[in-house]
């Protein structure tokens, strides 16, 4: 036996600011993205047709220009499909891979051109002649509930206590409405499938998916052969933000059916407009809203109703819209309270899964009543935000009917407060909008409480699979996938901590149907938890087997074996970790497990709206503040405070990563981030000239970001640590709400501004006007309507 000496600890373990295993390989060029995968000789290319019209019957197709156009192989219509052609996430049917029949949105997928270049099938695909015979269509969300149009599933009610007698006894009402606009995921990476074609019904697709398990089951269902012939590929994908949880599909599907038909290897890649043209972005939100509350600003009654544009189709409209209500109450206790979703069905492209997954905009009308409560009585809107916290004697209970048992805001805040030094800089900004004529000033200070689990129980489990090898290396595979989140590294440090060896000697292969099955998407923020927790059980199982082995060979009792930093203590002895293995391996001991996790606790009926839907909350709070041109509507982030809580951090820089991105994107999606329809229902920003999301030189002056790291997870997740992902978009309320109250300045703060989101300079400017003239008019605007578009 080698006699070691002991190091203190492993390097890159679990709670360590590692940085990103790919962070060298994404500025160097050198990370694999699916279009670098050196394609096999023979290699075609596919390129979406896609619908001129919004809503129509399609009369005829003429190919005969695209088929007689240079480098074209061939045409794949919904005739091609030798499955069933579509591919519901819902499981509803409503999705055709390629539209027959009749189109329902402009952008749909009508038929696909392959060809020997993308560039020769891209031009190819343009010359189609249709003959459509148009059907009327709605777009708007109000319009489609005014042409009372269908809903794309049945919409949830959260109920609880007596509306009724809750308004009857309130002192004040407000009432009002808000539009919440949507959001183009903007993933730097577009869309993507690579398919190569096995022997027999065999496939391969290289998909840059956030799911998988459900790719591989809907390339399945396309082609007609079970899912134990498709496999399903993702080393990584260059973001995904919720963008690939479904919308991957009809990609790898096209791939993976013209890689069948032509028996070559094909890829398959939308460029920029077409790609944002042809999938589903965050659901823009029309909030209907009404609010009693007394003298003080402590809420009573709540009545609410949250209607989604959701597209043509269901996707993944149910639990978005669900999450909106979950979340209507961010940190706040509502004594009376009904909420309900409308999830309308439009003639847009499908709504589906966007950071956040509909909390944000169910946050924002929350916080929305807040400012109406805080303006209505001329109070500072944190004054309110205090008020009405959960907390205390029989305020802890959601309108779900789960307790709410970790709150940890009343902290955060009380931090936050003093680190931003709130009271005094509002002051100050006060003083500076009565001296200042044209630039205004605003701040606010904005909480988040986020529920983490998915509500669809099943997806809360995850497998893992954990090989040693006899050199002592380790290869690690979950069902999670890498999108620039960190996960591949944090769960790495799992793996390290479990072991005691370094971080170094654990490589993480690709997210594969093969080596891990069923998997569920990573989303919901929940990555880490699950995955993390799958890959422990994993090494736990290979250490039992190892303790049970070195007892045996070195006559030691099972508990004097420890695993310490790269060694292995045997009694009073130490090996190190490779001969530990080597040993093993001989004396026949096996070296790989996989390993499972599935989340305790939690329980949901949709039906009765009651129970348990999330295993924790994570919790944060911005502050952020601004000067507003009011001249122009223009405005610029000053500053913007944060502390979040993600428990105890698996890795504390990949986590304020994470934070200060996630603030940002919640930051465009509420001010300059804006997706505009025309008449003839087509998408008029489709592209970065025209969508604008926020650049670097948009970021806030100043900006501090920590984490509370104080903070710990009071259930037993991973290491005690809290979901990131998600949770911090949400930060970025603060800035429309700073917004706000420099546009409220105009009239002395005694008006509700109510300015849309997202805050465009246009609207900042629509706002700041309408709010003058009320003043000049003396009258107070508090309850007229005010929808600006
Ligand atoms: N961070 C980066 N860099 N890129 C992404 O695409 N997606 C977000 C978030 N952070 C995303 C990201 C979304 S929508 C989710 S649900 C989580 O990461 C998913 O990963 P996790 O569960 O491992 O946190
Ligand atoms: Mo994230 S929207 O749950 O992929």
């Not at 880490?528 to 007892?551: H, P, T």
């Not at 997740?717 to 700073?738: C, D, Y």
Request: hydrophobic share 40%; proline share 5%.
């Amino acid at each position: 036996m080698n006699v070691m000496q002991p190091v203190d600890r492993v390097r890159g373990a679990v709670h360590d600011k590692e940085r990103h295993e790919s962070g060298h390989k994404h500025v160097s060029g050198t990370a694999e993205y699916i279009d670098d995968i050196p394609e096999p000789a023979g290699t075609l290319h596919g390129y979406l047709g896609l619908s001129q019209r919004a809503h129509a019957e399609i009369l005829s197709v003429d190919f005969e220009a695209v088929r007689n156009s240079p480098g074209v192989v061939g045409v794949l219509t919904a005739e091609d499909i030798p499955g069933e052609n579509d591919i519901s996430p819902a499981h509803k049917h409503d999705d055709p891979v390629f539209a027959a029949g009749k189109v329902e949105f402009h952008g749909q997928p009508i038929f696909a051109v392959i060809a020997t270049s993308r560039e020769a099938a891209r031009r190819a695909a343009a010359k189609v002649k249709i003959d459509y015979r148009d059907l009327p269509h709605v777009t708007d969300v109000l319009e489609a509930a005014a042409a009372n149009y269908p809903l794309v599933i049945d919409p949830l009610k959260l109920e609880r206590g007596d509306i009724d007698a809750g308004f009857a006894q309130a002192k004040n009402t407000v009432s009002g409405e808000m539009r919440i606009g949507g959001q183009d995921h903007f993933y730097l990476e577009g869309q993507i499938s690579f398919a190569i074609p096995g022997e027999d019904d065999e496939v391969t697709v290289f998909s840059s998916t956030q799911h998988p398990s459900e790719t591989q089951l809907m390339v399945a269902h396309v082609l007609g052969v079970p899912s134990n012939a498709v496999t399903v590929n993702v080393r990584r994908m260059g973001g995904g933000f919720g963008g690939k949880e479904t919308q991957a599909n009809l990609f790898a599907a096209v791939a993976a059916v013209a890689a069948r038909k032509y028996r070559r290897a094909i890829k398959v890649r939308p460029d920029r407009d077409d790609d944002m043209t042809a999938t589903g972005k965050r659901h823009d939100f029309h909030v209907d809203y009404k609010v009693g509350f007394d003298d003080d600003g402590r809420i009573e009654a709540v009545d609410a109703v949250f209607a989604a544009r959701c597209g043509f189709s269901a996707d993944l409209s149910g639990p978005v819209t669900d999450r909106a209500l979950f979340h209507a109450d961010n940190c706040y206790f509502y004594p009376n309270v009904r909420l309900r979703s409308r999830p309308l069905k439009t003639n847009t492209v499908s709504n589906t899964a966007f950071r956040g997954f509909g909390g944000p905009q169910g946050m924002v009308g929350g916080e929305r009543m807040i400012e109406d409560v805080a303006y209505a009585l001329g109070k500072d809107p944190l004054e309110i935000r205090k008020l009405n916290f959960y907390g205390g004697e029989g305020r802890n209970l959601t309108p779900y009917h789960q307790t709410v048992e970790d709150n940890i805001i009343g902290r955060i805040i009380e931090e936050l407060e003093v680190s931003s030094d709130y009271a005094a800089r509002r002051q100050a900004a006060i003083a500076f909008n009565r001296e200042s004529p044209v630039i205004k000033r605003g701040i606010a200070l904005t909480p988040v409480k986020f529920g983490i689990s998915f509500t669809k129980t099943e997806y809360n489990q995850a497998g893992a699979l954990v090989h040693v090898y006899t050199d002592g290396s380790i290869q690690l595979n979950h069902g999670g996938t890498e999108m620039g989140q960190g996960l591949y590294t944090k769960v790495a440090q799992v793996v390290a901590d479990e072991f005691q060896v370094d971080l170094d000697h654990i490589k993480v292969t690709a997210t594969s149907t093969g080596k891990v099955p069923n998997t569920s998407a990573t989303a919901a923020s929940s990555g880490s938890d699950l995955n993390g927790m799958a890959a422990a059980n994993a090494c736990q199982q290979i250490k039992e087997r190892l303790v049970r082995f070195a007892a045996e060979r070195y006559g030691v009792g099972e508990a004097d074996i420890a695993f310490e930093p790269n060694t292995v203590r045997i009694g009073a002895e130490r090996i190190a970790f490779a001969d530990l293995i080597k040993a093993a391996y001989a004396a026949r001991v096996q070296l790989s497990a996989a390993g499972f996790y599935k989340t305790p606790k939690i329980h949901w009926s949709r039906a009765e709206g009651r129970g348990r839907p999330f295993y924790y909350f994570a919790y944060g709070a911005s502050c952020s503040e601004v000067s507003v041109d009011t001249l122009t509507g223009e405005y610029q982030v000053e500053r913007t405070d944060i502390i979040h809580d993600v428990g105890k951090s698996l890795n504390p820089a990949l986590d304020l990563g994470q934070v200060e991105g996630a603030f940002v994107q919640g930051m465009g999606w509420l001010t300059t981030e804006e997706l505009w329809w025309d008449a003839k229902g087509r998408l008029r920003t489709h592209a970065p000239s025209t969508y604008k999301i926020p650049l670097a030189s948009d970021r806030p002056r100043v900006f501090n970001v920590r984490l509370a790291e104080w903070s710990i997870n009071r259930e037993e997740t991973i290491r005690r640590s809290k979901a990131v992902g998600e949770p911090p978009f949400m930060l970025g309320i603060s800035v429309l709400e700073a917004i706000s109250m420099a546009a409220a300045s105009v009239a002395d703060y005694r008006i509700p501004p109510r300015i849309d989101a997202p805050a465009t300079p246009e609207r900042v400017l629509m706002a700041v006007e309408r709010l003058r003239a009320a003043r000049a008019a003396g009258r107070d605007d508090r309850a007229a309507k005010i929808v600006d578009d």
